[in-house]
């Protein structure tokens, strides 16, 4: 049997195109539109989040060059403070200051004795004992010149006697201890807890 649209009446034809109009859509979207979409999809969420990496990344060029800054600024003050509180301890050269100022002031340095170092978190105490001979006024002299110095230097523990039989320029000993700091490069490690003693059985 012969089956021919032509033979169908007007309407019947616009039926039948529509109909297979429709199925050709049908087929076309879900063999092969529809998994493109869910790629768009995709595609478009990952441009999303390129997106935001690159304006992160924006974000933090611009302040770039002001971490660089912060980092030269913070070095310069690092240099500072290591003229303060130099990372390791020099006897000789602490000594030979003392000494200068000591002559510059007419004291005379009878003693120097450096204690034992106490270590701190971050920095250690070097205690240096000083007995010092001369007249009141250049002890005084010699601990203004003393806290002028760039490396911190503390003192204490002043003891000063006066002489049975002074002279113009000696009329007093005086006895004191000189701290100055040490920075440590790496922060002391705390001590541990020691551990409960075990009981008895």
């Not at 087929?27 to 869910?38: K, N, S």
């Not at 768009?40 to 999303?48: G, K, T």
């Amino acid at each position: 049997m012969n089956f021919s649209l032509a033979k169908l009446p007007w309407y019947a034809q616009v039926a039948a195109f529509c109909v297979l109009a429709g199925t050709g859509v049908g087929l076309f979207y879900w063999y092969y539109e529809r998994d493109i979409r869910v790629e768009l999809d995709a595609r478009r969420q990952q441009l999303e989040v390129l997106r935001a990496d690159i304006g992160k990344g924006q974000a933090t060029a611009q302040k770039l060059v002001e971490f660089r800054a912060q980092v030269t600024d913070l070095e310069g003050r690092l240099e500072s403070l290591r003229a303060v509180l130099p990372e390791e301890k020099d006897a000789a050269d602490l000594l030979r200051r003392m000494q200068t100022v000591a002559a510059q002031s007419n004291l005379t340095i009878k003693r120097f004795q450096p204690a034992p170092v106490v270590t701190k978190q971050l920095h250690a105490e070097w205690p240096i004992t000083l007995e010092l001979d001369g007249t009141y006024h250049n002890l005084a002299t010699f601990f203004d010149r003393v806290g002028k110095f760039t490396r911190i230097v503390n003192i204490a523990d002043v003891d000063i006697k006066g002489k049975d039989r002074p002279t113009p320029n000696s009329t007093i000993t005086a006895t004191c201890i000189a701290t100055t700091f040490v920075l440590l490069e790496k922060p002391a490690p705390a001590k541990a807890a020691p551990a409960p003693p075990k009981k008895a059985a």
